[in-house]
């Protein structure tokens, strides 16, 4: 039931930064949110180049590299935006209408695949899920051994998400490292729910490294816990078919 919730809730979500999508990016204000915290009044104008350019209520036009915007204003961008335009797109394929061509392999592998249609949107969604192949123990309260699971979240053709989730414990919202086979260690920042639940978060910019997990056979997580520090999690990731 852990699992279901964690996804669950990711779900709620997504569903939930598509519908502003629609509403409130395209030629209305709104408050835009730094990685850092920072905010800022202001209209969306394009996208260009990885970088979104947007107007002040006082007429004064700024841009913005996307990796410096928060995740959630991220995904409202992508989500909103075609990725070779500079135009707004008001399709419905751009707000993920348009289902992926996806079959759930019949390949033998440690990967879990879910395809979820929204029923007001029909919007198709695809989740590939993976358990760590070990557990850590923590003490009391969340002693008996604690695993963690990864999620892969395919939502338009130019998004891709992905979350943590721990089963037992409470995870500090930190920067939390990654390393592929022998290739060098990565650190991504991450943050937690807006409902303020500590067993799962989502990992900001992993888009940028699918085609390693793709080619990778072994990959280790390392997150950070409350009153336990930081452990590791090792996956077994090979035979992972993601063809977006």
């Given at each position: 039931m852990k699992w279901i919730s964690c996804f669950l809730f990711f779900f709620v979500v997504i569903a939930q930064s598509y519908a502003e999508s629609?509403?409130?990016?395209?030629?209305?204000?709104?408050?835009?949110?730094?990685?850092?915290?920072q905010k800022i009044a202001a209209k969306f104008v394009s996208f260009e180049q990885d970088e979104v350019f947007l107007k002040t209520r006082q007429g004064e036009e700024i841009h913005i590299k996307l990796d410096k915007l928060s995740v959630e204003d991220q995904q409202l961008v992508r989500s909103t935006c075609s990725p070779d335009t500079s135009s707004v797109?008001?399709?419905?394929?751009?707000?993920?209408?348009?289902?992926?061509?996806?079959?759930?392999?019949?390949?033998?592998?440690?990967w879990d695949y879910h395809v979820t249609t929204n029923e007001m949107s029909d919007a198709v969604w695809v989740r590939a899920s993976i358990n760590s192949e070990n557990t850590v123990n923590f003490q009391f309260p969340y002693e008996g051994g604690s695993r963690l699971s990864f999620n892969l979240l395919h939502l338009s053709k130019n998004l891709d998400t992905a979350y943590i989730c721990i089963d037992n414990g409470q995870?500090?919202?930190?920067?939390?490292?990654?390393r592929f086979d022998d290739a060098p260690a990565?650190?991504?920042?991450?943050?937690?729910?807006?409902?303020?639940?500590?067993d799962q978060l989502s990992l900001s910019d992993f888009e940028r490294h699918i085609p390693e997990l793709r080619n990778a056979s072994v990959m280790k997580i390392q997150p950070t816990?409350?009153?336990?520090?930081?452990?590791?999690?090792?996956?077994?990731?090979?035979?992972?078919e993601w063809p977006f």
């Open positions: 629609a509403s409130d990016i395209i030629g209305k204000p709104r408050y835009w949110t730094s990685k850092s915290g797109e008001t399709s419905e394929s751009s707000l993920g209408n348009t289902a992926p061509v996806f079959t759930i392999p019949s390949t033998p592998s440690k995870f500090v919202p930190d920067s939390v490292i990654i990565i650190i991504l920042q991450s943050s937690p729910p807006s409902d303020g639940s500590t816990f409350y009153s336990e520090g930081s452990r590791i999690f090792t996956f077994d990731v090979s035979g992972l």
